[in-house]
């Protein structure tokens, strides 16, 4: 039961951290607003079979340039307010509460985080103390809540607000906005089927997809590229590799090179987030695969310097959480102050990207999304 949870926790997190610095695509096929005004970029290689898809993967190549919200807050934001952040015990999560308490000071608010561990026990006892402590409204990411539903429950006679990000489940029922939710995920799967249709140099494209079954998320990510690929080319292939959690840091590259191996038609590697990529390369290198192309959700300074370097990965993308702590500021203070949430809330706003060798920005830090994302924030906010 631990480790299920603790899995999705991480996986869901760190496939969202900034330097995954990813953004959620919109349910439209491509970039969402957050791209729409970007310089053109580097175009990818691609074959007149796949150039009505050209279009879309040039779009997510291209470095988002803004948050995608410019409608301003009516009224003075109120001060004072209290969020409680249901932490999680992975590094990352504690990242994402450094990202949250930077926004919420922007507007005199404080964040209180609530530790709350890798287990089922620790992270419904987290939900219990956010319950009891009655904050004005709690921020949380990466975890189910069959874990916390009856915390849930209470949350909402107490009117007070939940914001949930990077998961599987959907708002309603207790959770009042989900940022970077199912469809969301499904639609990073699209997105890369497209990218390696588009970038496949004329060769079919047989891809594995290397998924954890216990995160669901990254399922779905496996899942919408599996619909696309059979939607875009039918004559190419696509097939699931189920490894467990306890894989990752362990035997998993191994496992990835057995299969590979065994099955040398395949071409392209979805690895669900990027730390199921470290030390991927090397094994395949060493198993004579070194032509393999990999994609998966985030990046961190690792697995950037083998995209730099060409080593099997090519492209990583998936959301930016810590542009999402601001955005859930940015939610929370137009609902306390009537203002609109619809550009706010819009999937196709968020800012999306393909991070590629040739746009890649840093090999050493993590890297937002949209550069000055803190500068729109707080000049929304500026008239309070």
């Known amino acids: 039961m631990i480790r299920p949870v603790r899995g999705l926790i991480v996986a869901t997190a760190l496939a969202s951290l900034a330097a995954l610095v990813a953004g959620c695509s919109s349910s439209g096929g491509g970039g969402g607003n957050g791209n729409s005004n970007a310089p053109s970029g580097s175009s990818s290689s691609s074959s007149g079979a796949y150039s009505a898809l050209q279009s879309v993967v040039s779009k997510l190549e291209q470095r988002p340039i803004t948050i995608g919200i410019t409608d301003p807050i009516k009224g003075t934001i109120p001060s004072g307010k209290t969020i409680a952040f249901i932490q999680c015990g992975a590094p990352i999560c504690a990242s994402l509460g450094n990202d949250l308490t930077a926004a919420a000071s922007q507007v005199k608010w404080t964040v209180k985080r609530i530790n709350a561990g890798l287990s089922a026990e620790t992270i419904k006892a987290a939900w219990d103390q956010a319950v009891s402590s009655k904050p004005d409204a709690v921020v949380a990411s990466g975890t189910p809540r069959v874990l916390f539903n009856s915390e849930l429950t209470q949350l909402s006679a107490l009117k007070i607000p939940v914001i949930d990000m990077t998961t599987a489940d959907t708002a309603g029922d207790g959770i009042t906005q989900v940022f970077g939710g199912p469809d969301q995920y499904s639609q990073q799967g699209k997105n890369m089927a497209d990218y390696m249709l588009v970038n496949s140099g004329g060769s079919t494209v047989n891809a594995l997809s290397?998924?954890?079954?216990?995160?669901?998320?990254?399922?779905?990510?496996?899942?919408?590229?599996?619909?696309?690929?059979?939607?875009?080319?039918?004559?190419?292939?696509?097939?699931?590799?189920?490894?467990?959690?306890?894989?990752?840091?362990?035997?998993?590259?191994?496992?990835?090179?057995?299969?590979?191996?065994?099955?040398?038609?395949?071409?392209?590697?979805?690895?669900?987030?990027?730390?199921?990529?470290?030390?991927?390369?090397?094994?395949?290198?060493?198993?004579?695969?070194?032509?393999?192309?990999?994609?998966?959700?985030?990046?961190?300074?690792?697995?950037?310097?083998?995209?730099?370097?060409?080593?099997?990965?090519?492209?990583?993308?998936?959301?930016?959480?810590?542009?999402?702590?601001?955005?859930?500021?940015?939610?929370?203070?137009?609902?306390?102050?009537?203002?609109?949430?619809?550009?706010?809330?819009?999937?196709?706003?968020?800012?999306?990207?393909?991070?590629?060798?040739?746009?890649?920005?840093s090999t050493t830090d993590n890297f937002p999304y949209v550069a000055d994302y803190k500068a729109e924030y707080e000049k929304l906010w500026s008239g309070n």
């Open 210 to 361: 290397v998924t954890i079954s216990a995160y669901p998320n990254i399922t779905l990510v496996g899942k919408g590229l599996s619909t696309e690929m059979s939607a875009q080319c039918p004559k190419c292939t696509s097939a699931t590799l189920d490894v467990p959690a306890t894989s990752i840091g362990s035997d998993l590259p191994t496992r990835i090179t057995s299969y590979l191996s065994a099955h040398p038609s395949v071409n392209w590697v979805y690895v669900g987030f990027s730390d199921m990529v470290t030390g991927l390369p090397a094994a395949l290198s060493s198993a004579g695969l070194g032509k393999v192309k990999i994609v998966t959700l985030s990046t961190n300074p690792t697995i950037a310097t083998y995209m730099k370097n060409g080593q099997n990965l090519v492209m990583a993308t998936g959301f930016d959480v810590t542009e999402m702590m601001w955005r859930s500021v940015d939610y929370l203070a137009r609902t306390w102050t009537g203002s609109s949430t619809t550009q706010n809330t819009d999937p196709a706003a968020l800012p999306s990207w393909f991070v590629t060798k040739d746009n890649l920005p």
